[in-house]
């Protein structure tokens, strides 16, 4: 089994864990206040812990459904991408869902207290890929160049 090495950067700062056995993710929990409003949609979060990913993986920071479905916020860059060379302190880029007339209940404001999860965290492996020039594609597919809605509308 590869090993995931965290290191804690601020006092108080929690290591992230998985909430099951079978959970593909890590919490990722805040060790800051912040606080998100309709005047205050954006907001920067530290978790003040930092990860040592294994050689060829990439850590993938994703909004908690539960966050999203009952209080409109979500990781605004979604995913976030931890490179495999970054050694700083894990951060969180939090927006919140504009408010809207279909969605009235829980458009307010959003406090966020240290140890509070507030993503999660997915690490994958990625492909070691060579770019190269090429003057064409070696298999013309159906679709071609075909772009935004080119394979039919939502039904």
């Known amino acids: 089994m590869t090993e995931l090495k965290f290191i804690i950067f601020e006092r108080g700062a929690q290591i992230p864990t998985q909430a099951t056995a079978g959970a593909a993710c890590y919490d990722l929990i805040t060790n800051e206040r912040g606080f998100l409003s309709p005047t205050n949609a954006r907001l920067t979060l530290s978790t003040g812990v930092g990860i040592e990913l294994p050689p060829n993986h990439v850590g993938l ?28 302190p894990i951060k969180v880029i939090l927006g919140l869902q504009p408010a809207n007339l279909l969605w009235p209940e829980d458009n307010a404001a959003y406090e966020f207290l240290p140890g509070m999860r507030i993503a999660q965290l997915l690490v994958m492996q990625k492909a070691s890929l060579l770019s190269v020039v090429a003057h064409s594609f070696a298999d013309v597919t159906a679709r071609g160049s075909d772009g935004l809605g080119s394979t039919g509308l939502c039904s």
Do not use: M, T
């Open 61 to 88: 920071i994703c909004s908690r459904s539960g966050l999203a479905s009952k209080h409109g916020v979500f990781v605004l860059n979604a995913p976030g991408i931890i490179d495999e060379d970054y050694q700083g």
